[in-house]
Structures are given as C-alpha cells and as structure tokens.
C-alpha cells in the first residue's frame, strides 16, 4: 500500500529562513506527487505537483520540490519565508495507476515568526 | 462553477443523528472525490465517483457512510448514526478525468457532540 511520510511535524523558523520539509512515500511504481497548503481557516490549495519530467519542479509563492526517485523523495523548499508562509504543508502521492485517490502525509505545521 | 462548492460549512449533530454534506464540483469534471480530515492533519480517502457510477470505494465505512452523485443534482456524502470519532473536515474534490489535478472544495466540519 501507498504511504507517505512527512519528517516533521512542526517546524517553526524566522521571517528570511531557509525551509526544507522532507517527504518520502513508498510505492514501486509510476507516481504523481503533490504538496498541498492549508492556510489557517482556509481550504486546500496545490503549491506544486510532480507527474513526469524535469525533476526540480517550481510551484506559486517561490516554492520548489526535487523528485527524487532512487530516495523515494519529494523535498518541498524555499529559500527566504515570510510570515504569510505560516501554514500547515501536506505532501501527497497518487499512483500513476489512475486508481485516482490521493494519499496524503500528516502534514508539517510551519510556523514563521516575524 | 470554477470552483468546488460544498455546503453546508459547518454541521453539528448529536451523536445518534444523521448528517448529510453536499457537493457540487467543478462544471464539466466527471470525477468527484471525498476526504476526511480528523484532528487538522490524517486526510483519508473515502470514496470517488465517476459521473454517478462509483469509481472506487475502498475507504469508505461500509455501516453508516453512503454517497451518491446523482445526474443534474449535487453529490452527497450521508452518514447514518453519527459517532463522536465522525467529527472531521469532509473535502470534497473534483477532476476532469484520470490522472488530472484535483481541486478541492473549502470542506465541510462536522462536529458530533
């Protein structure tokens, strides 16, 4: 079965920080990856998503992720937050299967201090 | 629409009570898709539809929990006797096919007291 798993849990950084979140799913096969944001009070809305080619794909907000396939990784990085960055981060794998769902990771709680 | 509409945005029911969300996806998407969202993080998948043939179920709790999607009405997501451990965000999502992105409606909390 797919899984996928999410380093940490809550990661709390200043304004102009670095950030990595680590991702890892197994499944064998053909997959889709995804990072989702969820801001405070709000829905769900799609940073990025991996289906084929280029490994290192660019999503909104100056968000980027690196597929790497030999890891089993799907890294979510930004070079500088910002305070509007404070969020819960979920990252996601779909087979490529086409059985459709989308299995998501406990999600990472990102705090920014100003 | 241009977006996933689900009403309604919060629902309270006693525990016992039945409880009914709706959904109504994206115009011109084929596929409709819930999730469950306990305690702000575990999504699960529930259930997908395909038009109004059930596309797959194998997340769903067979006893209390029933959907449909019904031609020119919106979907629903019904749960019969609801439990304490039923309090969670229900999203619903909607595609234009297999394998396309899918979009996420704001969700629907349901607390059982």
């Known amino acids: 079965a797919q899984s996928v798993s999410q380093h940490n849990h809550h990661v709390i950084l200043s304004e102009a920080a670095s950030l990595e979140l680590g991702c890892n799913y197994s499944y064998g096969g053909t997959v889709n990856l995804f990072w989702y944001v969820q801001y405070p009070g709000q829905h769900l809305q799609l940073l990025l998503k991996y289906f084929s080619g280029d490994p290192l794909v660019k999503g909104i907000k100056g968000f980027e992720a690196e597929f790497i396939k030999s890891k089993f990784s799907f890294n979510l990085r930004k070079p500088s937050v910002q305070w509007s960055d404070t969020a819960e981060y979920f990252c996601a794998v779909r087979s490529g299967n086409r059985d459709d769902k989308i299995i998501f990771g406990k999600g990472t709680r990102l705090h920014i201090l100003p | 629409g241009e977006e996933v509409a689900q009403t309604p945005k919060h629902l309270v029911r006693g525990e016992g009570q039945k409880a009914k969300l709706y959904c109504a996806p994206i115009?011109?998407?084929?596929?409709v898709f819930w999730y469950q969202q306990v305690l702000k993080n575990e999504f699960k998948f529930l259930i997908s539809f395909q038009n109004e043939n059930v596309f797959d179920e194998t997340g769903m709790p067979k006893e209390r929990f029933s959907a449909k999607c019904l031609p020119n009405s919106p979907c629903s997501l019904e749960i019969q006797a609801t439990k304490l451990e039923d309090s969670a965000v229900y999203f619903c999502?909607?595609?234009?096919?297999?394998?396309?992105?899918?979009?996420f409606g704001p969700g629907t909390r349901l607390t059982v007291t």
């Open positions: 115009k011109g998407h084929s596929y």
């Open positions: 999502a909607s595609s234009q096919g297999p394998g396309r992105e899918q979009y």
